[in-house]
């Protein structure tokens, strides 16, 4: 028989880092969850994540006991980071603070390919685009979809 779920909690912790202090312990101790299993648990699942921020969705269920499912880095740090940026723009639509280029577009864009709600890549590419011009950065050189357009 399955188990009954009790609640969701969404989080947002740094790879092979989890510990008992906020927002891990009151998140996880207010719903009566094991904190230090957790953190163990979590924190072996990512030991090749390090010091990357990955959301998590921890399933808790009635008799406490709990799973998690890891999901890739969000769109708006793995895109600082390959423009090498501490942080976007404050008035993204008039101010650009940098660039990346549609193959590290596109490189994020299979990465993150299971949690986008995307079916081909050019779409996901689109997405990412929409978020990197939001943040301020600029997408240089001509997107696959015009390239393959124009050689018609």
Do not use: H
Request: net charge positive.
């Amino acid at each position: 028989m399955a188990k009954e779920v009790e609640t969701f909690i969404k989080l947002q912790i740094k790879g092979n880092s989890a510990n008992p202090s906020p927002p891990v312990g009151p998140a996880l101790g207010a719903k009566g969850v094991n904190i230090m299993e957790f953190c163990k648990r979590f924190n072996a699942k990512t030991q090749e994540n390090a010091g990357k921020l990955l959301p998590v969705v921890i399933t808790v269920y009635k008799d406490k006991s709990f799973d998690f499912v890891v999901k890739t880095s969000p769109a708006s740090t793995q895109l600082m980071l390959a423009a090498k940026l501490k942080k976007g723009s404050p008035e993204s639509n008039r101010q650009k603070v940098g660039s990346v280029t549609w193959d590290q577009v596109r490189t994020i864009a299979e990465d993150k390919m299971e949690d986008l709600n995307a079916f081909k890549i050019e779409s996901a590419m689109k997405m990412l685009a929409g978020t990197a011009r939001s943040m301020g950065l600029t997408v240089t050189g001509t997107p696959p979809w015009d390239a393959a357009a124009s050689e018609n």
